[in-house]
């Protein structure tokens, strides 16, 4: 991994390992909060599919970003070799979000590629009271006959809040033939707002057309693929970060940050 800009360099501390982690501040007049990016599997905080686009087009509408290494192994493994790896994917993501509100961030998005994107629905599924405000799961693969934690639709029926699902159209079989599950998982959690979400903020959103259902309390969740991509997104790098601003708009700038 190179990264263009030594001053991104952060080394965070878990009670167990440091690890590498890439920061970009925001870069406009309004601080709207911060996203953790997760790569997948075999990557690095500046994974040139995703990633790196991410961490540095989101600082141009509002969002810092920390990338964090994730556990990988040797010419990426394969999903069995990480089975064994949450316990420190989630020490590692608190301690970014602690890195987060250390520098005065306190609205912090999670967001997730590809294996990354299981780690983190497992993370949310797992630490209820993690304090992140939203979550976007880009290209969620599903895995057969591996640990708990890697059974993405059982994470999602535990999300208790925001979600995007975003995938290709031309994405991994594993992505597309299993997005009705995702919504089914959706449904079946609610994946309600939270106590500290006011409801009429959701109704408002421009998204609210995605949701599954006004039954009741807001289900903040949206799928959308994005026609013509594939799993890395090359070519469509400008179209996934305006979707997500644009959905972040609506669902986690609400809350006021200060720097």
Known sequence: MKSSNPNEIRWLQTPSEKFIALYNDNFTATLRGGVILLHGMGGHPDWPDVISPLRRSLPKNGWATLSIQLPVFE????PADYADTFNSVTERIKAAIEHFRSIGNSNIVLLGHGL?????AAFLANTPDSGITAFVGISMPYYRG??????????????????????GSNDLDSVIDNSEKRTLAARRSGLRTSKNRPLTDFNRAATNSGALSKTGEFIAYRKFQITGANHSFRGQERVLSKRIVGWLKHHASDISVGK
Request: glycine share 12%; charged share 30%; no cysteine.
């Open 116 to 120: 990354g994107s299981t780690m983190g």
């Open 75 to 78: 010419k990426g493994g394969q």
């Open 146 to 167: 591996e640990e708990e934690w890697m059974d993405l639709t059982r994470s999602i029926e535990k999300l208790n809040l925001p979600m995007l699902d975003v995938y």
